[in-house]
């Protein structure tokens, strides 16, 4: 009779637990209020995704810092471990470093640019489209928020996308031809400007090219050279030094104050380059 009632007792105090648990709708131990967290690959990305989630429910971060080329990066052991730490993953396809990291499976998330500069709006909205419709399958229950504030962001990019156009406007500069690396010729056609001349990385420069941008920019009255600030901002120096005009160096990822931000100070600093 004892042991009948001591089992009795045990399948009671179950029965009780799983009801309790049932009710609770409670997580396994260690989850509650726990955000998940979504590493990228740089700050386009995880400046898109940060104003996609709901705040307080998720950790955005981004392994390589705005300054730096993404063929040069050097790996950290801090970068795998945000990696395996994380409950998503997104990057660009074709960023070595991330092939290096190591993401994969379920929770890798690959997005092709689709040979567009994000940086440049329309491409950035593009691509905020296609990450927030790839969230929404992901993160399903805060579908209805991803959605709501894409459409808040978007407006927000095309408000100040337009003014900043109508500042390079306003000064006189549509139309004004230019020297670019080739990684800044999409947002300085966006700008307005025009781009007569164009070249790649430093270390793939021919002086043989260097003297044919060098007579495109003479013939075309170019009025400014504009490096990328991570594949070498100092790749048309010499060249701008040769014209006579003045040496841009624009970015190509957002800094730490954000996409919008970067963009006005993108156009702030040739705007205040060409005043001089």
Known sequence: MRGKWITFLAAAAAALLIASAGLSGAPPPGEAGKARVVVTSDTILSGMIASLLPPGRYVVDAVLSPGQCPGHYDVKFSDIEKIKRADLVVSFTGMPF?????????????????????????????????????????????RETILRCKEETTRTVRNTSRSLVRNIRRAGLSGKPVIASSMQKEPLEWMGFLVVGEYGRPEAMSAGEIVRIVKTGKERHAIAVVDNLQSGPDAGRGIAETLGIPHVVLTNFPSEEGYLATLGENTAVIMAALRK
Do not use: C, Q
């Not at 998330?109 to 790839?134: C, F, K, Q």
């Open 98 to 142: 991330m092939k290096i990291i190591g993401a994969e499976g379920r929770k890798l998330l690959l997005v092709d640019t689709e040979d567009r500069n994000w940086m440049v709006p329309d491409s950035y909205l593009h691509g905020l489209g296609l990450l927030a419709g790839e969230l929404s399958k992901r993160f399903p229950e805060d």
